[in-house]
Structures are given as structure tokens and as C-alpha cells.
């Protein structure tokens, strides 16, 4: 569309976190078309700059879209029964080896169809939405066949249809080893590299893949087996490492030019140093922390200290973490794992958008994505600060004004 005809609209006086940082004064704010067109300080902003635009706000506090770089939000059936097991002394890896965890999952996700999977799956997005997420990444992993790994895959692209999101997809398929592989698993691992992974790249389904590098999981050397495929066919790479032991996954995923290395409670320097190098993120998801009642922080300090940028993400999962309020991970990033509300922030947007590949996202600046939040608090920490819905005054997405009351 000709740039005269594109709608522009401008905030005034609002206080902008820009995906790194708090901009020191109010901010007027202009976005054209699906662009933020322009940025300048109240008291520099001159009205003939946005002739024409119309006001959509004043006051308030502006962020970048929110940044859900790790959920599992497709899935069927739930699994209270095991959150009152693990109330009562039982561990996530006992229930995990006694066929229950993430396969009772599987066998309620295999049941479902498309439809259903979409229908029960809105609701868990409509959730992230009314919460600031402008971009979300879904896994797969809860079908563990090809067919029920891209069926899943398909209702993931698909629900970015339905809704005003951007959602970017992972091939979850080494998740865990499906009952029928028992005692077979380098077979299940190549089902995964010679089948899942170039039929999900052939049909255009996946963005990247992920690995669950545990002893519930996969060992790091069928790991690499995922990932040389994967690179192969040139998906980004993710990891879940060292959420419950230290395998060394994260230095793997680091080896193989990993976007990011995510839980990371058990990561030692020697794994932060890699992921320094190879410029991966550490996705902390502090829902997972929280549920699982884990006591081991990851080594906040050692990621500061080597520069490794921390996203915060839900993790958004039947399992360890089923909430769909990434406000609360700010929180929670803050109370449980010793984030500043800075960082938690940046961990929601700039660094989050990292983690998925895409760095124009997750920032307020001229010339990136005008997917923006404006919320009702006087300053951005107050994000992290108190748990509350409903902050949310308007949710931008590519220039479009989403969600208002
Ligand atoms: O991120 N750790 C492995 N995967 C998920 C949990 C999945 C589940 O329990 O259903 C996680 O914590
Ligand atoms: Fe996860």
C-alpha cells in the first residue's frame, strides 16, 4: 500500500521500555502502516512530524509486543491427577519412568483431531494474548509420530490464522521415547532425523527443532544425531538442557550454533562459556521452576557475567507449567530466580526475540514491527512487580490496534 494511504497513529506521553531498557523521558510514539515510523521525546515533538495521524493514546506505559519464545500450548487432556501425585512426595522423573509425564499427553494428543486440538488449544493462546503476546513459539512433541508430530505442527500454524499472532513453530519429536519404540530409542531417533524432520521442512511446518537432553529424554549423542539432520536441512536449533541433570546439552546445542539453551538450572560455566561464544540465549522459565518446586537456580550470575542474554518464556505445558500468564513469569523470574525487573522485561521481548531468530521483534525503535502493548501502570518494573490481569489497555499487532476497552 502507498505510504499515504497506510494509517498513522500516535501515542503521546507514554513512558516506552524498549525491549532493553526504559527511555529516560515520555515518549511520543508514531506508527505507519505496520511499522513504528517514529520515536522522539515529548518535549522535542513537534505536531507537524504525525500531521495527519490520528491520536490512538496518551499516557501509560509502552512495551514491544510480548515474546512467548517457549510453549508447549498444543496439547489434549491435562494432568492434575499428577499434580496432586507430585503434592504427595512423587517425582516428576518417577511418574515420567512409571509411563505417565509427558506420554499421557502423548496418548490423549494422538486421540484428538485437528479440530479438536485447535478448539482446546485457543483458549491457552486467547490467554497469552490478553496478556501482551504478540509472538508465540509452539512445539510439537506430544504426538511422537510422524503423523501426529506434523498433525500437531499443522494446528500450531494454524491457530496463527485464527488469531492476530505471529507464531513460529518447533519440531519437538525427540520429546520422549513413545512406548511402542521401548528399549529401541536410536530407531525412535531416526524416525526422527530421516522422517520427521525433512517431512515437517518439506511442508513448510517447522521453524526449527528442539531436543529434551535428559535421562528421561535423550542422551546427548542421539541429541546431535537431531541436530546434524536438522542442520542439514537447515531448521534452527533449540534445546531443553539441564533442567533436571547436567548432560552438557547446552554446550551441544552451543556446538551446533543453537539459537538457545532452555531451563539451564543445572548449567556450569563451562556451558555458559559455549553458549557465550556461539551467541545462544538461555530461555529461563521460571513456571517450570516453580511447579516442579525446583531449588537449583540457574547460574544467573556466570549468564550476566559472560553476557549471555536471558529470554523468560512460560513453557506453557501440562506438566511443569501449566499457565498461560506471561506477566506472572516477569514475576516469577524476578522473586524465584533473582531477575531484575529489567531483565525480565528484556527477557520478555528483545532477548525473547533473539531466542526465536527474529531480533527486529521484541524492540520499540524506528523501522521494526509496530507489535506494541500499551499498559495501565506507571512504570514498566510494575510489570514484574505485581501479579494482575487486565493491565492490558491496548495490544498493537503489525500497526493494528487488537485489543482496546
Ligand atoms: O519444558 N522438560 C520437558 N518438557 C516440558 C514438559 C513437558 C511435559 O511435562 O508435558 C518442559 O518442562
Ligand atoms: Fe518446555
Redesign the pocket.
Known sequence: MPLSDCPRRLWREVTVFDGLQQLPEPMAVLVEGEQVAGLWPERDFDPALAAGAEEAGRGGVMTPGLVDC?T?LV?AGD?AGEFEQRLEGVS?EEI?RAGG??LS?VRATRAADEDELVATSLPRLDALLADGVTTVEIKS??GLTLADELKMLRVARRLGELRPVRVTTTLLGA?ALPPEYAGRADDYVALVCEQMIPAAVEAGLADAVDV?C?GI?FSPAQCERVYQAASTHGLAIKA?AE??SNLGGSALAAKYGALSA??VEYLDEAGVQAMAEAGTVAVL?PG?FHV?RETLVPPIELLRRYGVPMAVAS?A?????PICMPSLMANLACTLLRLTPREALAGMTAHAARALGLPELGRIAVGAPADLCLWDIRQPAELAYAVQAGRLRQRIFKGAITHAR
Open positions: 517457549h508447549h496439547y494432568r516428576y515420567a509425564g509427558i499427553t512433541g506430544y520429546h529434551f535428559e529424554g531443553h533442567q533436571l532452555d531451563h522459565l517450570a516442579l513453557d505445558n501440562p506438566g511443569t507449567s
